[in-house]
T-cell receptor, first 114, second 113 residues
């Protein structure tokens, strides 16, 4: 399977703990996106990478959130000092530079903060 | 502010009939629109797109219509099949931008056999 993969699929953590999610995009895709989806809503843009450069961050991405894509391949999203409001599905997507809007999504990581 | 709106949370259609899903947007800078389909426990899957220079794009059973003056687009599925039952998201973006997509809230389509 050469689609976008995300790990873990589910994460339950206690408030105040740090969590890290991983995304492996489709190998030839140079663009990588993180979105967050809460119940009854569509995905909301968080941040975007072109190769290893993080080129845009949403105002939704507070200082507790950090994302990296160190070698322009996989990406990690870390949330520090988690809050209950961080509970959501975190989706990763990738695309080719020539067709940036046709994004291929992974299955997501569902985070529950208790 | 919700820049892309799908005002119908759900839609139920009989197999073989037409399904029409609607989407409205407010940002006049949007010039590229997409529909994604999402099954439970999976990420959204790209379905069809349309540029603002067109008013219609067709791909098999799926057709997207764009009315720029009304800031409205719709997805027609003909004929509808039970396998089309899913959540459908409308998305919009500004071309030449980062590729950031702005999504609507989604419409759950149920196609009854």
């Amino acid at each position: 399977d050469t689609g976008v993969s995300q790990d873990p699929r589910h994460k339950i953590t206690k408030r105040g703990q740090n969590v890290t999610f991983r995304c492996d995009p489709i190998s030839e895709h140079n663009r990588l996106y993180w979105y967050r989806q809460t119940l009854g809503q569509g995905p909301e843009f968080l941040t975007y990478f072109q190769n290893e450069a993080q080129l845009e961050k949403s105002r939704l991405l507070s200082d507790r959130f950090s994302a990296e894509r160190p070698k322009g391949s996989f990406s990690t999203l870390e949330i520090q000092r988690t809050e209950q409001g961080d509970s959501a599905m975190y989706l990763c997507a990738s695309s080719l530079g020539g067709r940036p809007y046709e994004q291929y999504f992974g299955p997501g990581t569902r985070l529950t903060v208790t | 502010d919700q820049q892309v709106k799908q005002n119908s949370p759900s839609l139920s259609v009989q197999e073989g009939r037409i399904s029409i899903l609607n989407c409205d947007y407010t940002n006049s800078m949007f010039d590229y629109f997409l529909w994604y389909k999402k099954y439970p426990a999976e990420g959204p899957t790209f379905l069809i797109s349309i540029s603002s220079i067109k008013d219609k794009n067709e791909d098999g059973r799926f057709t997207v219509f764009l009315n720029k003056s009304a800031k409205h687009l719709s997805l027609h599925i003909v004929p509808s099949q039970p396998g089309d039952s899913a959540v459908y998201f409308c998305a919009a973006t500004v071309s030449g931008n980062t590729g950031k997509l702005i999504f609507g809230q989604g419409t759950t389509l149920q196609v009854k056999p």
